[in-house]
C-alpha cells in the first residue's frame, strides 16, 4: 500500500500559483499520463461544471455512467481549491483505488503543470488504527470482554494457552514496533476482529490525546494531522456521517466536499444515526463500571441487562408501532436510571485518575447505552424501533432505533460553508435527479427545462436545479444499444414466493446453457441463489461459484480466471463485483429488488407516506427498487469492449403499470427485448464467438 500521504509540501504554495492552471489543463496532463489514455468528452464536461460549481459556490449533482473516468474529473478541479478538499467514500474499494492507483498517477502527471507535487492523505475512524494504550494492556482484558474464559495470562502464555488469537496479538506487539502509520490496512497478513478489538480504540472510549499516556505517539491523531496538512483528503461515508452527527471535527475545514457514490450516503447517515441496546451490552457495561462504582450500582446494571434479556424475550422481529411493549418498556426504564446513577458515581476523567483510559471507557459505554435509553423512552415521532433477531443461529437479539429520514440532518449540515459535488452512476431514477436530490436534503428543484443531447454522449436526464445546486447527466461513453440487450422474461409468472420459482429456475438454466456460464447471478434472497447454485450443478458440467462458500475477493478472482464458471450471490454482489471482458457476459436477477415488507426503516418511510395520502410505494420502494436494479445491471458493461446479456427475470419490469416503465428508465439505455428466443440466439452467437 502506498504512503498515506505523497511527498510534497503545500506551505509554500500561494493561492495564485494554484490558479495558474485550469482544470482542463491539468485533466489532460492526467489523461495523458496513461498508456492509452484518450480524452472523454463527459469526463472533460463534469471537470468544467466543478471548476464552475467551486467559484459560483453552487452545490452540484453529477450523474457519470460508468467508464466515464469520474474520479479523475473531480480530483483535478479539486487541486485547484485553497485548502483541503475531502473526497468521500462509500466504499472501501473505492477508497482504494483513489488512494493507491489513482492519486499517485495524478500527483505524477500534474507535477509539470502546477509546479510542485500534490499531496494526499487516507483519513479513517479512529478504531481503524493500532492504539498503543491499549496494546499495553491487551493482555488484562475481563474474560467475558475479550479472549478467555478463565484468568487472562500475560503475553508470555499466550502461544500456549491462546493459539492462534495470541499468535495474532504478538504479532501485532511485533508490527507495532516498526509501524509508521498503524494502519490495520498496512498490517500484512492481518488479524480477525476479535484481535484488533484488543489493540484499537472506537472513538467514544479514547480520553484524548492530552489525556493519554501515549498522546504524543499516537496514529490515529498522526492521521489528522497529515490530513490536515494535504491537498486532497479520502474519507469514507460513516466517518463523514460521524463527523456531521456528533460534531467531531475529524475531518479537516474545508471548501470542497466530493461524494462519490452520492445514492450511498442517505443510507451510510441513517446507520451512523442509528442506536440500539443489547443485554450484552448492558452487561460489559455493568463489568466495565464495577470497579469503579458501589456493588450495588453494578448489581443494578446487571439487573437491568437480565429485564432486557426478558422483554426481548418472547418479541418476534419486527417494528414497534404502537410504542414498546410494557415489559420493554419497563426494562429500558430500568438501564437508564442504572446507566445514569453509574456514570454520577464515576464521575468526570481527570488528568490524575490512576487508569483515565479504563475509567473513559467505562464512562463511554455508558454514556452510550444511556442516552440510547433516553431515546427510546422518549418515543420521537421521528424516530422509529424495531425488534432486531440475528439470523446467524447465535441467539442475538436488539432493541434498535434509527430517525426515519435523515433528509433534513443533511440540509442542515452538508451544505453550509462548503460546496458540495455528489456524483454517481445512479443519481437519476426514472430519468430524473429529484428523488436522489430530496434524499439527500437539497430543496425541490425548479421545472424542468428541456432534454439537451450532447455529441458522443448517451445522457437523457435533463439538467434541473434548486435553490443553491444544479445538476448535469455527462452520460457514459459505452454504446450501451450496440453492446447490450436487456431482456425481460415477461412471459414467467409473477414472483410470488421466496426462493427461485420453478419456470424461472428453467429460464435461468436455458439462459446459462445457451452462453455456457460466464454468468453472474444476482438474487433477492440467499435461498434462491442456493436453488439457483443447487439447480445448475445437478443439471450441468459448469463450475458454480457460490456466495457465502469462500470469501468474496476469492470467489470473485476464481470467476475472472474460470470462463465457463458461473458466481451468484445476493445484494453485496449487486454493487461490489468488477468483471470487463468475456468473464462475464450474462447477468441474471431473479426478481425486482423491492425492500422486504420486513425492512424497519423502508416499512416506516412508507406508512409515514402513506399516513399523508401519498404512496409509501411509489415513494419509497419504487425508487430503492429503482437504485439498487441500475446498480445490478451496471455490472454487465465494464468497459468499451463488453458485450453481452441482461436478462431479468420478473416479469413486472414490462407488465407493471407505471413502476415498470420508471424502472427501466432508470437503466442504461439497453437495446430491450421480452422474446426469449432474442436473447438465446445472442447468448449463443458470444459463445461462438
Same mark, same amino acid.
Given at each position: 500500500m502506498v504512503s498515506s500521504v505523497v511527498a510534497g509540501t503545500v506551505s509554500?504554495?500561494?493561492?495564485?500559483?494554484?490558479?495558474?492552471?485550469?482544470?482542463?489543463?491539468?485533466?489532460?496532463?492526467?489523461?495523458?499520463?496513461?498508456?492509452?489514455?484518450?480524452?472523454?468528452?463527459?469526463?472533460?464536461?463534469?471537470?468544467?461544471?466543478?471548476?464552475?460549481?467551486?467559484?459560483?459556490?453552487?452545490?452540484?449533482?453529477?450523474?457519470?455512467?460508468?467508464?466515464?473516468?469520474?474520479?479523475?474529473?473531480?480530483?483535478?478541479?479539486?487541486?485547484?481549491?485553497?485548502?483541503?478538499?475531502?473526497?468521500?467514500?462509500?466504499?472501501?474499494?473505492?477508497?482504494?483505488?483513489?488512494?493507491?492507483?489513482?492519486?499517485?498517477?495524478?500527483?505524477?502527471?500534474?507535477?509539470?503543470?502546477?509546479?510542485?507535487?500534490?499531496?494526499?492523505?487516507?483519513?479513517?475512524?479512529?478504531?481503524?488504527?493500532?492504539?498503543?494504550?491499549?496494546?499495553?494492556?491487551?493482555?488484562?482484558?475481563?474474560?467475558?470482554?475479550?479472549?478467555?474464559?478463565?484468568?487472562?495470562?500475560?503475553?508470555?502464555?499466550?502461544?500456549?494457552?491462546?493459539?492462534?488469537?495470541?499468535?495474532?496479538?504478538?504479532?501485532?506487539?511485533?508490527?507495532?514496533?516498526?509501524?509508521?502509520?498503524?494502519?490495520?490496512? %498496512?498490517? +500484512?497478513?492481518? =488479524?480477525?476482529?476479535?484481535?484488533?478489538?484488543? #489493540?484499537? @480504540?472506537? &472513538?467514544?472510549?479514547?480520553?484524548?490525546?492530552?489525556?493519554?499516556?501515549?498522546?504524543?505517539?499516537?496514529?490515529?491523531?498522526?492521521?489528522?494531522?497529515r490530513a490536515r %496538512?494535504? +491537498?486532497?483528503? =479520502?474519507?469514507?461515508?460513516?466517518?463523514?456521517? #460521524?463527523? @456531521?452527527? &456528533?460534531?467531531?471535527?475529524?475531518?479537516?475545514?474545508?471548501k470542497l466536499l466530493i461524494v462519490d457514490e452520492a445514492h450511498e450516503l442517505a443510507d451510510r447517515v441513517s446507520s451512523a444515526a442509528q442506536a440500539e441496546l443489547t443485554p450484552e451490552a448492558v452487561e460489559r457495561a455493568s463489568r466495565r463500571a464495577k470497579p469503579l462504582v458501589s456493588p450495588a450500582a453494578a448489581e443494578a446494571l446487571a439487573e437491568a441487562a437480565d429485564a432486557l434479556t426478558v422483554g426481548l424475550s418472547d418479541l418476534p422481529a419486527g417494528r414497534l408501532t404502537t410504542g414498546l411493549p410494557p415489559l420493554l418498556h419497563q426494562a429500558v426504564m430500568l438501564i437508564e436510571s442504572a446507566t445514569r446513577a453509574a456514570l454520577d458515581a464515576i464521575g468526570d476523567v481527570k488528568n490524575d485518575d490512576p487508569d483515565p483510559v479504563r475509567k473513559q471507557q467505562a464512562k463511554a459505554t455508558l454514556d452510550d447505552i444511556s442516552t440510547t435509553a433516553q431515546r427510546l423512552l422518549t418515543e420521537d415521532r421521528y424516530d422509529v424501533a424495531w425488534v432486531e433477531k440475528s439470523d446467524l443461529g447465535n441467539g442475538r437479539r436488539a432493541l434498535v432505533v434509527a430517525p426515519l429520514s435523515v433528509a433534513g440532518t443533511l440540509a442542515t449540515n452538508l451544505y453550509d460553508e462548503r460546496t458540495v459535488v455528489a456524483t454517481s452512476a445512479t443519481l437519476t431514477l426514472g430519468g430524473r435527479f429529484d428523488t436522489v436530490a430530496r434524499s439527500l436534503g437539497l430543496p425541490a428543484p425548479a421545472p424542468v427545462p428541456a432534454a439537451r443531447s450532447g455529441a458522443g454522449l448517451t445522457a437523457d436526464a435533463p439538467p434541473v436545479s434548486g435553490d443553491g445546486w444544479s445538476s448535469l447527466d455527462v452520460g457514459s461513453p459505452f454504446d450501451y444499444p450496440r453492446q447490450g440487450i436487456l431482456y425481460v422474461a415477461a412471459h414467467l409468472p409473477r414472483p410470488a414466493a421466496s426462493g427461485l420459482p420453478d419456470p424461472a429456475g428453467e429460464e435461468l438454466l436455458k439462459l446459462v446453457e445457451a452462453l455456457g456460464g460466464r454468468t453472474l447471478g444476482l438474487f433477492s434472497s440467499r435461498r434462491a441463489a442456493t436453488q439457483a447454485a443447487e439447480l445448475l450443478r445437478a443439471r450441468t458440467d459448469l463450475p458454480v461459484l457460490l456466495q457465502g462458500e469462500e470469501s468474496l475477493p476469492i470467489l470473485v478472482r476464481k470467476f475472472r480466471e474460470q470462463k465457463e464458471s458461473c458466481l451468484f450471490g445476493v445484494m453485496s454482489l449487486w454493487q461490489g463485483v468488477d468483471v470487463p471482458g468475456d468473464a462475464c457476459q450474462l447477468v441474471v436477477i431473479d426478481r425486482l429488488p423491492f425492500p422486504r415488507p420486513d425492512e424497519p426503516l423502508a416499512a416506516a418511510r412508507a406508512a409515514a407516506v402513506d399516513a399523508t395520502g401519498g404512496s409509501g410505494f411509489a415513494s419509497v420502494s419504487v425508487p430503492i427498487a429503482a437504485v439498487r436494479l441500475a446498480q445490478g445491471v451496471g455490472r454487465l458493461i465494464r468497459s468499451t469492449g463488453d458485450k453481452g446479456v441482461v436478462a431479468v427475470l420478473d416479469s413486472r419490469l414490462e407488465t407493471a403499470r407505471g413502476y415498470g416503465a420508471f424502472l427501466r428508465k432508470s437503466l442504461p439505455p439497453f437495446w430491450y427485448t421480452t422474446r426469449p428466443e432474442v436473447a438465446v440466439g445472442a447468448l449463443q452467437r458470444l459463445a461462438k464467438s
Open positions: 509554500d504554495v500561494t493561492a495564485a500559483t494554484r490558479k495558474k492552471a485550469t482544470a482542463s489543463q491539468l485533466l489532460a496532463a492526467a489523461v495523458g499520463a496513461v498508456p492509452g489514455g484518450s480524452s472523454r468528452p463527459g469526463q472533460e464536461e463534469m471537470a468544467a461544471a466543478i471548476e464552475r460549481a467551486v467559484k459560483q459556490r453552487e452545490h452540484l449533482l453529477v450523474q457519470a455512467g460508468t467508464g466515464t473516468g469520474k474520479s479523475l474529473a473531480y480530483l483535478t478541479p479539486a487541486l485547484l481549491v485553497d485548502g483541503p478538499v475531502v473526497v468521500s467514500t462509500a466504499t472501501l474499494a473505492l477508497q482504494n483505488q483513489l488512494v493507491e492507483h489513482d492519486l499517485p498517477r495524478l500527483a505524477d502527471a500534474v507535477e509539470p503543470v502546477l509546479g510542485r507535487r500534490p499531496t494526499f492523505a487516507v483519513l479513517k475512524g479512529r478504531h481503524h488504527y493500532l492504539c498503543m494504550a491499549k496494546l499495553e494492556h491487551a493482555d488484562e482484558e475481563t474474560p467475558t470482554d475479550t479472549l478467555f474464559d478463565d484468568a487472562p495470562p500475560r503475553a508470555t502464555q499466550w502461544l500456549g494457552e491462546a493459539g492462534k488469537l495470541g499468535k495474532q496479538i504478538l504479532r501485532v506487539q511485533a508490527w507495532a514496533e516498526k509501524t509508521k502509520t498503524g494502519d490495520r490496512d %498496512e498490517l +500484512d497478513p492481518g =488479524v480477525d476482529e476479535t484481535a484488533w478489538r484488543q #489493540v484499537s @480504540m472506537p &472513538a467514544r472510549d479514547c480520553v484524548g490525546a492530552a489525556r493519554c499516556p501515549y498522546g504524543a505517539e499516537c496514529f490515529a491523531e498522526a492521521s489528522r494531522v %496538512e494535504a +491537498d486532497i483528503v =479520502v474519507t469514507n461515508h460513516s466517518l463523514l456521517a #460521524v463527523d @456531521m452527527l &456528533a460534531e467531531r471535527n475529524i475531518v479537516p475545514p474545508h
